[in-house]
Each structure stands twice: as C-alpha cells, then as structure tokens.
C-alpha cells in the first residue's frame, strides 16, 4: 500500500505540469507585423473560387490532408491531389435557419 502511495505522489508533480505548459492552437504562430525575426510578412495570396462541391472533389481523387473547426460555422479542410491545393469550408444543415442541407465552398490556392 504504502509502495503504491509512493509511485503515485512521485507521478503527480510529472502529470501536473504538462497542463500548465499546454497552449492553445489559437496562438502558436507569430502574429503579423509583430518585430520578430520568426514573423513572417503578410503576402497577398490569390484564392480563386472552385465551383463544384466537397463531394464531387473527392470523388475525382482528391484527399483531405487536414481539418479543423471553421469558427464555429462549420469545417475547413484542405484537399490536394498532384500539388494542386483546395480549400473548402463545410456548412451543416442549421434548424435555426432555413438552411436544411449541407453546402460547401471551395477556392484553389
């Protein structure tokens, strides 16, 4: 008993500070502007709308690469097959609204 109390109080202060180091993904990467030699400049990017839908992208081959939550309207993801990148945020159905099937738009960087 006293053996297993000692593993544990020994474990403790390992588990605890991971906590307090954790940051959230929100601010990891340098903000722009900001003087550091790890802030890159913003660059203009052109975005040029695809008009054909999530579904039919992946469909004729392409694959998502990444996903994260789109503020809070839904789920961007990035699509890519032979080099060529799309992004393309999901909207689900919302009860709130008159929006009752899901939609997605799409731009190819």
């Known amino acids: 008993m006293s053996n297993r109390l000692a593993v544990f109080s020994a474990l403790c202060p390992l588990l605890f500070p991971i906590c307090a180091f954790a940051q959230s993904s929100q601010d ?4 722009s502007g900001v003087k550091s030699p790890y802030s890159p400049l913003a660059v ?7 008009m054909v ?11 998502i690469t990444t996903t994260t939550n789109y503020a809070g309207s839904g789920a961007l993801f990035t699509l890519e097959k ?5 992004l393309c945020v ?4 919302n009860p709130q609204t008159d929006q009752n099937v899901p939609t997605s738009r799409c731009w190819s960087l």
Request: hydrophobic share 30%; aromatic share 6%.
């Open 53 to 63: 839908s999530l579904s039919s992208l992946l469909k004729t081959g392409y694959r």
């Open 82 to 86: 032979r080099g060529q990148t799309i």
């Open 28 to 31: 990891w990467l340098p903000e």
């Open 44 to 50: 203009p990017t052109e975005l040029h709308p695809v």
């Open 90 to 93: 999901l909207t689900p159905p």
